[in-house]
């Protein structure tokens, strides 16, 4: 076959193929360009400039450029096959560029007398009870005639004295050279111990006392973003932080079309080795940085969503996206990290947070061992806005837990100039007459709106009185900034000249129609939950609230757009990455990972798409802030 | 490198090899060489005789040759590096035929009312209880909105009514593909559970109702010779059974010149890769014949001394060979079979027998399975003889054991004629007068004598007071049978003229000094036990024995030259290889594979090495039937 050079701009990357798509050439030279819908050609997100070489827009993709652009040689690089040689340009919005990723979690600050609250270890090494792996330091008596029980008993029979494990499991790599490491490091050795079905399991023996090298990694495997913390068992301290975007961002941006990538085409391969590469690079990156050996990482606790869990374990996902929504599992058995090419110590294990159900995941479990929630006599409400807005309530006593089919508006995607919290992303907007202020992530030029931004925008709209209470631009009156082009009324953040794409970034009617549809979904989630188990709102209290609105979330803003319920602000935290800091919690004390599978158990999982009380209050909770102003008594426009 | 091609004949196998050893290129072409002493020059077995090309015995090989033998081109295969093209012929007691190995256990006869006894699993099928591993079929409610639970929960719920186990665990293969197993089957599947740590473990789950194609395997990994059974879980019967030579014989002849091997050139791979290869040989030849497929077996249950358990499983072995004489382990994890190699279904378990101590093996336990001691009130006894001679005795409330070097006598090594109970052996002999009648395996010419030939002889040379009761021939007497050559008087039992080789085959004074102290050290070791525990010889209900003396083995012979005691013979029962018949015990019955691990707990070794009576009762025992003649008051010479 014929082989074709394409070179991506800025930034010269080449890579060699033989046909295909351009899009599928940009992922084989490892550039990364949005494609939500996953190249089918409905998103319109993978825009590509042909600046030298033969390859038109073919008629699929005529739809999303002007006459302009067309000439201009922009293509949807799904929908374009590599047949030349190319030279080819990505335009700064199809750019993703490093977002400003949140690596941890917020600390709860709550104190609870007489008993140790679980959020606590991420907080205070001394607090530290026993990791999930520990290494454990032996100097054994040698055998004699009157003692010559088999070397494995010998080890076992110290760790008794040591752990509190009623029996041991060995591997059969440990077992099979036991008997050279035991003398040859003259009976004094260091033992790898792992807790599995409440025994213990003998992972791995050292010679001499290495109890100071013993790493674990905490994973947050987010669908758009994957955070990996180097943790030091022994010390709980965080060594070190790497994150990045998940790679299989070009298989579709969303789990939606990811699963349909894996299952309408047979292809989970391609899901399930993004995943583990990328977290291959990141340790890679993060031990290389630190100079630790990865044989000196023992264990991995991840925490993601029910899908990406599967997509990680290789399991099928495929029943999750359909009614009835059914996981291959929600508890992940215990597996060698290398059994799905995670490259640590080869005994090492991996531990995947349990899911509670197919859209309640290891991530909201995370979450909860992250605020306490559980592990507390207060009824506490965690919030986690992503694609989906899951919703958890409870105490240690009981937990309910529901999901809402939100979509990702909140995270940047959705909306004309939706985007993540990355540099040139607006985050502060304020509207004062009709002087617009705006922030932007890194102080860049604007690119597009990240999460803060938008409810910063339809508070200031609303307040400014630029939209109704139902979203809508009033036309009536003259303003500059409102402009109506085909996709409808759109309010101007900023004009085209003070933009790095060149264009004015707007948000138009469909975005805050999208918006308040998103908030609402998540604010009915709410309300039929605390209507569930018979709450008023005033009854929570605390709300944590995770998500990747961007660090600059005005809370007193998301209260008053509806997103939020009306309670006292000192009552909502924002917590942002709960998910790693529950992973790093449940890596560093094996009691609050084993707290995080009796919850994951205790949780009642509601399902919305079923529940009609749901319904009436979605409808109601489309309005800025709610059709009932009762429940907002604080929100005047 | 120069390459030579080397040629051995009768079998015009080929091979090339770039120099080593003749022995090493024989090992390389698959010829099996008689090498006792693992190829250090010492024991002079590894004749071959050079028929063209050019090799000259080397001067460490010239003590074991005439000069007519080195001008005949007589080498020792170990001593002889290739230098050159050659063809090469294997002398007749150099070939290692195939024996007649004994590939089952007799039946014990013994009923216990009310109980049902373990080893009739062995013989009725009908009293099977649960095979180690099972196959479940299993129809599932498909998932509904009211019943969304995970597919691993609806499984494991559906596992809950039909079998015992409190919990499950699930290997990562199976779960990676459940989902789609349980849609493509329309939740109709067959699922396959082995027992772990009390949990059922799911090992594999196949579409539809498969629980007919269930098949295990029980082997026997004898030092000499190894024996694999295919056995119909579900039915309890025997498919079909492959025995052969233990190909580690080309490292040496028993367990201690294999250590040697394995561990003074850190070499235990080779060991650990033949025994490996060869079961995998004998599986290969066993499912092609039966035509069934491997991804059929489920399961292998192993028997073996605790040296070849470790080479078995790839566990170092050397700390076994000096005082104080420690395994790695006396009980081994269950693993997959795959791990080491063995190639039945991927997800398949090996078990393999526990050991109690270094010298008190797998093979022996297997064996108290097979004749119900341990399981019984009655106090029985198992004397396993080989290299070393294993005693155990007890009942269904103790249990003592020792192992006495006996040496390998009476498995035909360590005599000048000695061979195994194979083709052309020697295993009947009746002396009247100065008439001689000898009987051979396969009615071939005599090749050399096998056990229960050198028990007939002994017995009968000191019958006919050709040998007095110390052994030593008596020279005064006119006996054409007897000579005296360079190595000491013999008897002939075979003239030149009538034998394969061309070679008198006889009996020397020194065999006979061997074969009393070997069969010295084992009645030495049974006296010991059995004062150990304050018994009398009448007091043992039976005596069950096992070795590969031949099956023309005479109890009363045995009893008479001191190797036995002199009890009622119907008490004394010979059951052949009760070591393949007690794993395929294991291999039907999970209780019975708990039995063995709960006895081989408790089970006392008693260490005769440092034992103090047992050497005053060897040097006891030296004699024909024994010094004390009371304790043979039957026998009289």
């Known amino acids: 076959m014929a082989k074709y050079k394409v070179i991506f701009l800025p930034d010269k990357v080449e890579v060699e193929v033989e046909g295909g798509s351009l899009l599928e050439a940009a992922g084989k030279a490892g550039v990364y360009i949005d494609s939500e819908c996953g190249g089918q050609g409905l998103c319109g997100k993978c825009r590509l400039q042909i600046l030298n070489g033969n390859a038109k827009a073919d008629k699929h993709a005529i739809g999303f450029f002007s006459g302009e652009e067309i000439r201009d040689g922009y293509v949807l690089a799904c929908q374009t096959a590599v047949t030349d040689n190319l030279k080819v340009g990505i335009p700064a919005q199809s750019r993703l560029e490093m977002e400003e990723i949140v690596t941890e979690g917020t600390p709860v600050e709550y104190s609870q007398p007489g008993k140790v609250s679980l959020h606590k270890v991420a907080q205070d090494p001394a607090s530290l009870s026993e990791p ?3 290494k454990v330091y032996l100097e054994l008596p040698k055998p004699t005639m009157e003692d010559n029980i088999s070397d494995i008993d010998r080890v076992t029979r110290e760790l008794n004295r040591q752990l509190n494990f009623s029996s041991y499991d060995i591997s059969l790599a440990c077992l099979q050279n036991l008997a ?10 260091t033992a790898t111990v792992a807790r599995q079905d409440g025994k213990g399991r003998l992972l791995q023996l050292e010679e001499g006392n290495t109890t100071d090298g013993n790493y674990g990694l905490a994973i947050d495997v987010g669908t758009t973003t994957m955070v990996v913390q180097l943790v030091h068992l022994k010390t709980g ?8 975007h998940n790679p299989q961002a070009r298989y579709g941006e969303d789990v939606i079309s990811r699963m ?18 990328n977290i291959n690079d990141l340790v890679e990156a993060l031990t290389r940085e630190k100079g630790i050996d990865t044989n000196n990482i023992s264990c991995v606790v991840a925490a993601g969503n029910t899908t990406m869990s599967h997509f990680l374990m290789g399991l099928i996902p ?17 597996i060698l990290a290398k059994d799905i090419g995670i490259n640590i110590n080869p005994d090492g294990i991996l531990e995947v947070l349990p899911s509670v159900a197919s859209y309640v995941g290891g991530d909201i479990v995370a979450g909860l061992l992250a605020c306490g929630l559980g592990n507390n006599p207060e009824v506490s409400c965690l919030i986690d806005v992503g694609t989906n807005g899951e919703i958890v309530i409870g105490n240690d006593e009981w937990i309910v837990c529901c999901s809402a089919s939100a979509g990702p508006a909140f995270e940047g995607a959705g909306t004309k100039w939706g985007m993540r919290a990355s540099k040139g992303a607006i985050e502060k907007v304020v509207i004062e007459n009709s002087r617009v202020t705006i922030e932007t992530i890194g102080k860049a030029k604007p690119r597009g709106i990240c999460g803060s931004g938008l409810i910063d925008s339809i508070y200031e709209l609303a307040r400014n009185k630029i939209i109704g209470q139902d979203g809508k631009f009033d036309l009536s009156t003259d ?11 759109q309010y101007i953040l900023a004009f085209l000249e003070e933009t790095e794409t060149g264009e004015a970034v707007t948000i138009t009617e469909i975005d805050i129609s999208n918006l308040i549809k998103a908030k609402g979904a998540i604010f009915a989630a709410l309300k039929s939950l605390t209507d569930y188990v018979g709450l008023s709102f005033g009854q929570l209290d605390k709300i944590y609230l995770s998500g990747g609105f961007g660090s600059s979330l005005s809370i007193p803003k998301a209260i008053a757009i509806g997103l939020l319920p009306d309670i006292d602000t000192e009552r909502i935290q924002y917590i942002g990455n709960s998910a790693i800091m529950g992973a790093r919690i449940a890596l560093l004390s094996r009691s609050a990972f084993e707290s995080a599978v009796s919850l994951s158990k205790t949780m009642t999982n509601i399902e919305l798409s079923n529940y009609l009380p749901f319904m009436n209050e979605f409808i109601a909770s489309l309005f800025l802030p709610h059709t009932d102003d009762r429940l907002f008594p604080s929100i005047h426009y």
Do not use: M
């Not at 050279?180 to 050795?189: G, H, P, T």
């Not at 301290?237 to 994150?243: A, Q, T, Y």
């Not at 495929?318 to 215990?334: D, F, G, K, N, V």
């Open 318 to 334: 495929c029943s999750i996206r359909l009614e009835p929504y059914i996981p291959t599992a929600t508890i992940y058995p215990q």
């Open 132 to 134: 999930l792996v520990n």
């Open 479 to 489: 303003n500059e900034r409102i402009i109506v082009k085909e996709d409808g009324p």
């Open 260 to 277: 349909i990538f894996a299952c309408t085409r047979n292809r989970l391969n391609p899901l399930h080795k993004a995943v583990v590469t």
């Open 237 to 244: 301290e965080v060594i070190g932080v790497e994150g990045n």
């Open 180 to 189: 050279d490491k035991l003398r040859q490091s003259d009976w004094k050795v």
